[in-house]
Nanobody, 127 residues
């Protein structure tokens, strides 16, 4: 069974950077195709941020975040990272990492496709 745990959140000022980490345990090629990052701000729905495939390292980004955010992975360590630069107050949210299993068709932006989730890490960006 997969387990995911996020770390690296915190309180930063606008314009600063953070790197979030997601440790994935129990991963095999049969239970995890990719890992993504989602976020949920107070009073808002959970939204897609970025995803990366384990085997090919292909990346996917929510349109407005590409350029400020970079997702990467370390297969040997079973780690996925989200580098966030030039943070803005509107980036304040709980950030979750989640795993999507291998499927014939994957809708990367759809959180319902992801079957294992971490507990989340809080990111707060002050103006």
């Amino acid at each position: 069974q997969l387990q995911l745990v996020e770390s690296g959140g915190g309180l930063v000022q606008a314009g600063e950077s953070l790197r979030l980490s997601c440790e994935v345990s129990g991963r095999t090629s049969f239970n995890s195709e990719a890992v993504g990052w989602f976020r949920q701000a107070p009073g808002k729905e959970r939204e897609f941020v970025a995803t990366i495939r384990w085997r090919t390292a292909r990346t996917y980004y929510e349109d407005t975040e590409e350029g400020r955010f970079t997702i990467s992975r370390d297969n040997a360590k079973n780690m996925v990272y989200l580098q966030m630069n030039n943070l803005k107050p509107e980036d304040t949210a709980i950030y979750y990492c989640a795993s999507v299993p291998p499927r014939q068709t994957i809708v990367i932006e759809d959180s319902a496709q992801y079957n294992y989730w971490g507990p989340g890490t809080q990111v707060t960006v002050s103006a």
